[in-house]
C-alpha cells in the first residue's frame, strides 16, 4: 500500500487532509482553504448587506465568527463543496430522500466523505478495493466489498454525515496500479492516538527501568558477573592444583626409577665406567660359565653342563629377575608415599 498517498492528522487539519487523500496527492494547503473560507464569508457579508447594513441583524453578523472556518483549523463542508468544484466534483448526501430513491449500491461508487462533530475523512475506490483514508489512522484500511455497506452503516448510526463524490476523479498511481492487482492486508491500522500511547508506555517503562538500574548503580548485575567470575577462577584453581598433582606424581615417580637404576648398578660390575643393565649381566654370566666349563672337560669331550654350574645360572637368572622385582617393588612403594603426602596436605 505504499502508492496509496495518506496524510496523517496534523493539528485540526482534517478537511485539508481529507480532501488531499481523496485526490491522492497535495492539492490543497491551509492557505488555499483559508482563501475559499474567506471568500464565502464575504459572499455571506454582502448577502446581510442587502437587507441594510444599519440593520441589527447585520450588526450581529459582524460581530460573529466565521463560519467557514476558526483558529484550529476547522472547515466548514461549503469550504470542502467550493474546493472540490474546482474538479468538477459534486457532494450529496448519502442518507437524503433524493439519493435514496436511486437505490445507487454503495459499492458502484467511486468515493465518500463522512464527517462527525468536525472531523472529516475519506472512503474511496482505488483499482477495485475499498480503502479507509481517515487521517487519525497510522495507514489506508482495506474495507472488503461485502463489508462497505455495513461499515457506511454504522457510521451512520453513530451520528455521521456522509457525502456522496459525484464526478471523475484525477488519475492517480494508486488507482492504476490496484486495477492491476490486489492487495491484502495481515494487520489493521491502529488510531494514531493508540499508538503514541503504546509509544509512551515504552518510554515510560523504559524510563523505570533505566531509574532502577540507576538506584541500584548496576550492582546487581554486577554481582552476578562477580559470580559468575569467581565460580570460573575456582574451577581453574581445581584444573591447576589437580594438574600440578599429577606432574608432581610424575616427578617422585621418575626420581623413585633414577634412584633405584642408580642402587641396581651400584651393586653389579662396571666396565669402562658405563652402567650395565641385567639383561647384559646374565649374558656376560652365562659367557664366564661357559668359559669355566670349556676349561674343565678335556678336549675331544662332548661339553656338558655340570649340575651345579646350571644351578649357578639358575640362580643368577632367580637373582636377575628378584632385581625386577625389586624395582617394581620400589616404584609402588614409591607411588604410595606421593599419595599419602598429597592426601596430607589436602587435609591441612
Known amino acids: 500500500m505504499e502508492s496509496i498517498f495518506h496524510e496523517k492528522q496534523e493539528g485540526s487539519l482534517c478537511a485539508q487532509h481529507c480532501l488531499n487523500n481523496l485526490l491522492q496527492g497535495e492539492y490543497f494547503s491551509p492557505v488555499e482553504l483559508s482563501s475559499i473560507a474567506h471568500q464565502l464569508d464575504e459572499e455571506e457579508r454582502m448577502r446581510m448587506a442587502e437587507g441594510g447594513v444599519t440593520s441589527e441583524d447585520y450588526r450581529t453578523f459582524l460581530q460573529q465568527p466565521s463560519g467557514n472556518m476558526d483558529d484550529s483549523g476547522f472547515f466548514s463542508i461549503q469550504v470542502i463543496s467550493n474546493a472540490l468544484k ?18 445507487i449500491d454503495p459499492i458502484n461508487e467511486r468515493s465518500f466523505i463522512c464527517n ?53 476523479l484525477p488519475d492517480c498511481e494508486a488507482d492504476q496500479l490496484l486495477q492491476m492487482i490486489r492487495v491484502q492486508q495481515m494487520h ?7 499508538e503514541l500511547a503504546q509509544l509512551k508506555e515504552q518510554r515510560v517503562q523504559k524510563t523505570d527501568l533505566e ?78 660359565f661357559e668359559k669355566q666349563q670349556q676349561q674343565q672337560d678335556p678336549p675331544g669331550h662332548p661339553c656338558e653342563k655340570p649340575n651345579t654350574s646350571s644351578g649357578a645360572l639358575d ?33 591441612k
Open 116 to 168: 462527525y462533530k468536525e472531523h472529516w475523512f475519506t472512503v474511496r475506490k482505488l483499482g477495485k478495493q475499498w480503502f479507509n483514508l481517515n487521517s487519525l489512522l497510522t495507514g489506508p484500511e482495506l474495507i472488503s466489498d461485502t463489508y462497505l455497506a455495513l461499515f457506511l452503516a454504522q457510521l451512520q448510526q453513530e451520528g455521521y454525515s456522509i457525502f456522496v463524490v459525484k464526478g471523475d
Open 211 to 288: 531509574r532502577v538500574l540507576e538506584a541500584n548503580d548496576g550492582s546487581g548485575t554486577l554481582d552476578e558477573d562477580e559470580e559468575d567470575l569467581q565460580r570460573a577462577l575456582a574451577l581453574s584453581r581445581q584444573e591447576i592444583d589437580l594438574e600440578d598433582e599429577e606432574a608432581d606424581l610424575r616427578r617422585a615417580i621418575q626420581l623413585s626409577m633414577q634412584g633405584t637404576s642408580r642402587n641396581i648398578c651400584q651393586d653389579t660390575p662396571q666396565t669402562s665406567g658405563t652402567h650395565l643393565t641385567s639383561e647384559e649381566l646374565r649374558k656376560r654370566r652365562e659367557a664366564y
Open 315 to 347: 640362580s643368577d637368572l632367580g637373582d636377575a629377575m628378584s632385581e625386577e622385582d625389586m624395582l617394581q617393588a620400589a616404584v609402588t612403594m614409591s607411588l604410595e608415599t606421593v599419595r599419602s603426602n598429597f592426601k596430607t596436605e589436602g587435609k
Open 86 to 103: 474546482v474538479w468538477g466534483l459534486e457532494l450529496i448526501l448519502f442518507n437524503s430522500p433524493e439519493y435514496q430513491r436511486l437505490r
Open 188 to 194: 489493521r491500522p491502529k488510531l494514531i492516538g493508540e
